[in-house]
């Protein structure tokens, strides 16, 4: 069974920090450009960030770049998500989601995982 598990949300303070991974069981996550997506209470859910299947490509919504990095460990069969200032407007559920591309398109995504919330709040 192709499962992809999300980890590491929680409550942070604005200005704070998380780091948020993505583990693959049942697949090699080497094939597949992981996407990072997240839904606000009440909001449509949207694209975060996304990596390529080696990690040479990376790209980023206006919202978070220059706060948020993805990267990814194919050894561990994981990606991460290091969140960096965070502000209250971040709150949401956060889904990994897998595409078996090279490079990202955030539309072919064939495996998702349960979501992580993360909350941002003083």
């Known amino acids: 069974q192709l499962q992809l598990v999300e980890s590491g949300g929680g409550l942070v303070q604005p200005g704070g920090s998380l780091r948020l991974s993505c583990a693959a069981s049942?697949?090699?996550?080497?094939?597949?450009?992981i996407g990072w997506f997240r839904q606000a209470p009440g909001k449509e859910r949207e694209g975060v960030s996304c990596i390529s299947s080696s990690g040479g490509r990376t790209n980023y919504a206006d919202s978070v770049k220059g706060r948020f990095t993805i990267s990814r460990d194919n050894a561990k069969n994981t990606v991460y998500l290091q969140m960096n200032s965070l502000k209250p407007e971040d709150t949401a559920v956060y889904y990994c989601?897998?595409?078996?591309?090279?490079?990202?398109?955030?539309?072919?995504?064939?495996?998702w995982g349960q979501g992580t919330l993360v909350t941002v709040s003083s």
């Open positions: 049942g697949f090699t996550l080497d094939y597949y450009a």
């Open positions: 989601a897998a595409e078996l591309r090279q490079y990202c398109t955030m539309r072919y995504l064939e495996v």
